[in-house]
């Protein structure tokens, strides 16, 4: 009976084994709750001709303030546009840039003198019933602010402001 010993020895493993108690359940995760975005607040009414918006952008050489041959056509079309009924009563800004090369005070007075040649252009041409304000701002407001001595930083941009306030 050499299986009895065996039987005697396990019987009290099994019964032992048994007895063990069985870890009680993890408990439950606590349950996510929805992500609620933020409440939006209301939409503000659109402000009346507070963005400005580029219209054309005229380039520039190098400490240069003449107005390029491959401008003309551009400045043509914008004085056509400007001349136009439906354009009527819109003040405009042109503004002049540099690039950052140079000194500052020479930058801010070349931007000026090309912002005025785009000025004088237009009114030479018939632009007359819109104001247009010349401003230069030289190397302050670079196109390209990553390459500040880049060609396209050097250039005049004419911007829409809105219609004129009548009082």
Known sequence: ???????????PLVLLAACQRVP???????QAFPIVAAPQPPA???PAYTERR????IRFGFGDFSIRPESIPVL????EALNDARLRGVAYEINGHTD???NFAYNISLSYLRAKAVSDYLRSHGVMSPPIRAQGFGPLQLLYPQRPFSPENRRVEIVALGPLMTR
Do not use: D, K
């Open 54 to 57: 580029i219209l054309v952008s």
């Open 100 to 102: 950052l090369r140079g």
């Open 44 to 46: 503000a009414p659109a």
């Open 24 to 30: 009680p359940p993890a408990p439950p995760l606590p």
């Open 1 to 11: 009976m050499p299986a009895l010993p065996v039987a005697r020895l396990l019987g």
């Open 76 to 79: 043509n079309a914008l004085v």
